[in-house]
């Protein structure tokens, strides 16, 4: 269990309440992932840090796909194919469990967190 990292997701729909009108509402969840499936991490513009971890998977989905004519150009009508496509799952963090998770798996923001500390001296000078 020590492999998985928390953090914080929120979600939020739309709902309605008890009089039928449609509200919005903020549901908060604690999900986690195992921390060696990490293959990368970057900031988004949202001001979100998202990872990409190494579980790719195959999902597989029915489309409609338009049947063309034997000179590729235009379309005789439409057709439904099996599509596949290869998935990895993207982990993103809010800025706050962002900075947990760097303090936990960076050595050396480690190491600097346990100089200031006065726990450790590292040697470097």
Not at 5 to 20: M, S, T
Request: hydrophobic share 35%.
């Amino acid at each position: 269990m020590s492999d998985l990292f928390f953090y914080k997701r929120i979600e939020k729909r739309k709902e309605k309440d008890e009089a039928g009108k449609e509200i919005e509402v903020e549901r908060t969840y604690w999900d986690c992932f195992n921390v060696s499936k990490v293959v990368r991490g970057m900031w988004m513009s949202e001001g979100v840090f998202s990872l990409l971890l190494d579980d790719g998977h195959e999902q597989a989905q029915d489309q409609r796909v338009p049947i063309l004519s034997k000179d590729g150009k235009t379309a005789k009508g439409y057709e439904v194919k099996r599509v596949r496509d290869w998935y990895y799952t993207q982990v993103n963090l809010f800025p706050d469990d962002a900075e947990r998770f760097r303090k936990a798996h960076d050595p050396e923001l480690w190491m600097e967190e346990l100089e200031k500390e006065n726990k450790v001296d590292i040697g470097v000078d």
